[in-house]
């Protein structure tokens, strides 16, 4: 029993204690009964009858006895807490400027990393808001030979994917759309998709009112039908559930109304409204991929790598059975947050990583400013180890300390973590995708209080623990702040400041990089006047403008009349303009060529813009000349190519009087004569380069949607000053069209 109480820590056993209580009380009885003339062995059993039974009075007092105790160190240590807590908060009052140089560090290292934290929780780690997300996988056309990822896919390739596949419980198609909505209230155009009828149930998402697409809702010649968006519901019908079954204008068809999504819901990402996806002839062709893509459900138990076996497989034989159109091509299965969050990802992480350096050189910021107080509190530490405190109980005080400070510096970061919350959605211009919620959630609080102990801890233990080890008899001798100061410490504090030096160097360099970037992608030459240059673009609906006239007479009209405003230059309008996101590519035969190796193909941008496109945008003719007014021959079409296609198709021949065709020379297609060479012009985001294009006139082939950019003088300053007038004449031409995307080009 002796070896055992020396081994004890700093309190009894209180199973041992009971025993023991219970021990003496019974020899007592028994002792008693000895002395009132009982044998030995009758007081042992009178003493057993009278007490009762022994296990059931051990268990009561060991219950008791802990429950005791608890209460009495919960007592204990409540109250050290407390007294620690005031004592902290009187010895910080002390030293103003200490505490709040402290507090505004670590807010600052708390709030910024508790932005990043929360901005990687939504949009790496959050899950999408769909039925068992992991299973979705986006499916896309992919070019191994040009290592093109993510391309557009055609409807008879999606076929084949979905009903030849193994690994997918469902298989669904969509494409993005832009719908006109006219009628009663104000005209406007709003992003949206086409989709099929299985693909939001695919993914685990019905309507809120009404009902879904059907199979039926995809037949050609079938009568219009939408889904609307919950947040275009109760804004432009009041959200009146007789909507449902009702027929409005879109796109200038009569359509139905069959159901309302839920609210929130905006696939693919902003999206307002939905039509079923119907397969135009045109869209049959194998060779014609410009649907956005596909979504999978794959089944139980298979993975991603499993998946895109099974869909090589398809491809390899596609690719067989359909030379012409699918050598090159194969299926791409990419998982559907991998797809969604595409190169996000990695900025992401790098700021994590820079956020992480930033609350380690707060700590030790922190860490620094502890030590040197603490080289002026060793006198007052030395007294209060001189009458009784152990080391324990002053680093426990000490390290209260820092978590006060660090409690109230997590308050601040708090409330910079929202703001930087909110800064950090306004980054993204357009707004962010509807599956990504950036708010200040449990998850962020969670963060921000965690980040806030752990600096507390990181900051505080090691200056807790140095502080405290006093030498008493120096310190109190001699009574000055540098008394206790070792070697040791010196040491410390002089690590602390070169781990901060090596971190801020490492920062310095990453901004240093990105500063770089950004002054390179600032000098980029873009090939385009992007100064007062007011942009918007237009789509006719197919029912009113149902003829190529029509269509030319439209846009030709309009802009002869935005030209005529005071402060317009020139106007004219293509199918994209710089930025904007077209992406149509073609592959270029040339005449008097043989066809090229796959992989070495002439990748072509085209579009078909009006005569004062360019001019508009302040992109020079090099060679030969523009479009014009005239160019409209449909059996002798022409085109401006850009340097790019001139070097790369005609090796520096004259490319003036040449011929060029989209596809191969054998194909139906026409031929192009080339009649001018443009400036090479950015096109997509930087820093991508341009690459071969070429131009066509618009009167040949007039479309239905365009882009109109209006060229202003420098004395109307804002360009967007003029857009009233602008819109006006568009509103006097045909009220029922909206005009979008409504923004100048710089």
């Not at 929780?121 to 959050?126: E, G």
């Not at 002089?494 to 030096?501: G, R």
Request: charged content about 20%; overall charge neutral.
């Amino acid at each position: 029993m002796t070896w055992r109480k020396q081994l004890r820590f700093w309190r009894s056993n209180v199973s041992e204690d009971v025993d023991d209580e219970i021990r003496f009380h019974f020899e007592m009885r028994v002792r008693d009964l000895l002395a009132a003339g009982r044998t030995e062995a009758a007081a042992r059993e009178e003493a057993t009858q009278r007490f009762g039974e022994f296990t059931a009075v051990r268990d009561a007092c060991i219950a008791i006895d802990t429950r005791r105790r608890e209460r009495v160190e919960r007592r204990e240590v409540l109250g050290n807490m407390k007294q620690d807590l005031r004592f902290a908060f009187r010895t910080l009052r002390k030293s103003p400027g200490f505490t709040l140089l402290a507090v505004l560090c670590i807010g600052l290292g708390v709030g910024v990393t508790s932005t990043i934290l929360s901005a990687v929780n939504a949009i790496l780690i959050r899950p999408l808001p769909y039925q068992n997300p992991e299973e979705l996988v986006a499916v896309y056309s992919w070019a191994p030979a040009t290592d093109e990822h993510g391309v557009n896919i055609s409807h008879p390739d999606y076929l084949s994917w979905r009903d030849d596949n193994r690994t997918f419980a469902q298989l669904g198609m969509w494409t993005w759309d832009v719908l006109a909505f006219s009628g009663e209230g104000e005209p406007e155009r709003l992003d949206g998709a086409t989709v099929t009828a299985n693909l939001f149930p695919l993914l685990g998402v019905h309507p809120e009112l009404g009902r879904g697409f059907t199979p039926e809702d995809q037949q050609p010649n079938g009568a219009p039908v939408i889904l609307l968006s919950h947040a275009l519901w109760q804004r432009r019908y009041g959200g009146q559930r007789d909507v449902v079954g009702s027929t409005i204008t879109v796109d200038g068809f009569p359509t139905q109304v069959i159901g309302v999504m839920p609210a929130g819901f905006a696939f693919p990402d902003r999206g307002n409204a939905w039509t079923p996806l119907v397969v135009e002839e045109m869209g049959r062709s194998r060779a014609n991929r410009f649907y956005a893509g596909a979504l999978g459900r794959l089944k139980p138990g298979v993975t991603i790598e499993q998946a895109q076996q099974d869909l090589d497989v398809i491809s390899a034989r596609l690719e067989k059975e359909h030379e012409n159109d699918n050598a090159g091509w194969r299926a791409e299965a990419i998982p559907l947050r991998e797809d969604l969050v595409g190169e996000m990802r990695r900025p992401l992480l790098i700021f994590l990583g820079a956020v992480g350096c930033v609350l380690l050189i707060v700590c030790a910021n922190v860490a620094n400013l502890m030590l040197t107080r603490g080289a002026g509190r060793q006198r007052e530490i030395a007294v209060r180890a001189a009458i009784g405190a152990d080391r324990g109980r002053l680093v426990r005080q000490l390290l209260t300390e820092s978590l006060v400070l660090a409690a109230l510096g997590g308050v601040v970061g708090l409330g910079i973590a929202a703001a930087g919350i909110k800064l950090y959605g306004l980054a993204v211009p357009s707004g962010l995708p509807w599956y990504i919620s950036l708010r200040l959630d449990g998850t962020t609080l969670l963060a921000t209080l965690g980040l806030s102990a752990l600096t507390g801890v990181l900051f505080g233990v090691v200056p807790a623990f140095r502080s405290t080890a006093v030498n008493l008899t120096g310190a109190l001798r001699d009574g000055t702040a540098g008394a206790g100061e070792g070697r040791g410490k010196h040491r410390l504090r002089s690590t602390l400041v070169v781990a901060e030096v090596a971190l801020s160097v490492v920062l310095m360099i990453g901004a240093g990089l990105l500063l770089r970037s950004y002054a390179a992608l600032q000098g980029t030459t873009l090939g385009f006047d992007r100064a007062q240059v007011l942009s918007f673009r237009l789509s006719l609906p197919q029912l009113k403008y149902d003829s190529p006239d029509k269509r030319r007479n439209f846009y030709n009209t309009l802009l002869e009349r935005i030209r005529t405003i005071p402060g317009v230059e020139t106007a004219g309008a293509g199918q994209g303009t710089p930025f904007s996101g077209r992406n149509a590519k073609t592959y270029l035969s040339v005449e008097g060529q043989p066809p090229r190796p796959r992989g070495q193909e002439l990748d072509t941008h085209y579009q078909r813009i009006t005569p004062d496109f360019f001019p508009a945008l302040g992109v020079l003719i090099l060679k030969g000349r523009g479009m014009s007014a005239a160019d409209r021959d449909t059996a002798n079409p022409v085109a401006v190519i850009n340097e790019t296609l001139a070097r790369q198709a005609f090796s520096g021949q004259d490319p003036i009087g040449k011929r060029i065709k989209s596809g191969q020379p054998t194909d139906s297609r026409p031929w192009f004569t080339v009649i001018g060479v443009a400036r090479d012009f950015r096109h997509y985001q930087l820093p991508e380069a341009m690459g071969p294009a070429m131009y066509l006139s618009f009167n040949e082939a007039p479309g239905y949607t365009l882009s109109v950019v209006v060229r202003t003088a420098e004395s109307v300053g804002d360009p967007m000053s003029l857009a009233p007038r602008v819109l006006g004449m568009l509103k006097e031409l045909d009220s029922e069209i909206p005009a979008y995307e409504v923004q100048t080009l710089e």
